[in-house]
């Protein structure tokens, strides 16, 4: 199974989010653009894990939910990785938070112990628009970065759960469902 670790958006900032950011669509939409309702906070990336992992990972979520709260997180701004110049994913930012930076620190942690290795690169949480499967010409790219400047978009969520999902690969796209979902607490 391919899974990974979301915080998913709730629906009407997922429909928000995908319309605000129509004229990037329009710009480049030779890109690889992720529907709205794949939206998502990536909290980790497990890849293909054998079924029997399956439980180990839904105790360590759920341990870790059970010690943070729900706190509210804030999108806004559009960006690229590595920059416009060299684009390989074009994202909708999502700010900086000391209670998420904690709350992956100790998803790392929970998965290291039970034989996952831990990310390599820093935690830059970001919800990804887009993936960029061809090099663009300059102009095209240029047109992009520009139509970024204007994507004025901001909203804000509580983030209320962490949840497990697996990704089926297809022609048409990737297919998610929900695995397991932990809450964090209220309050």
Do not use: C
Request: net charge neutral; glycine share 6%.
């Amino acid at each position: 199974m391919r899974l990974f670790l979301a915080i998913n958006l709730p629906a009407a900032v997922r429909s928000e989010a995908e319309a605000a950011t129509t004229l990037l669509r329009d710009t480049a939409p030779e890109l690889g653009w992720v529907h709205g309702a794949r939206l998502h906070l990536t909290l980790k990336f497990f890849g293909d894990v054998e079924d029997a992992r399956v439980d180990d990972i839904a105790a360590a979520v759920a341990g870790v939910a059970g010690q943070h709260r729900e706190f509210l997180l804030h999108l806004g701004g559009v960006g690229a990785f590595p920059n416009f110049r060299r684009a390989r994913v074009v994202w909708l930012g999502v700010e900086q938070e000391p209670r998420l930076e904690l709350l992956h620190h100790d998803l790392e942690l929970a998965f290291e112990a039970v034989g996952f290795e831990v990310e390599g690169r820093p935690f830059r949480p970001h919800l990804t628009l887009a993936r960029v499967k061809h090099a663009l010409p300059e102009a095209r790219l240029r047109a992009l970065s520009r139509a970024a400047k204007q994507t004025d978009y901001r909203t804000d969520f509580v983030a209320r759960s962490i949840d497990l999902m697996s990704s089926e690969l297809s022609h048409s796209g990737p297919t998610y469902r929900t695995v397991m979902s932990a809450a964090l607490r209220s309050g």
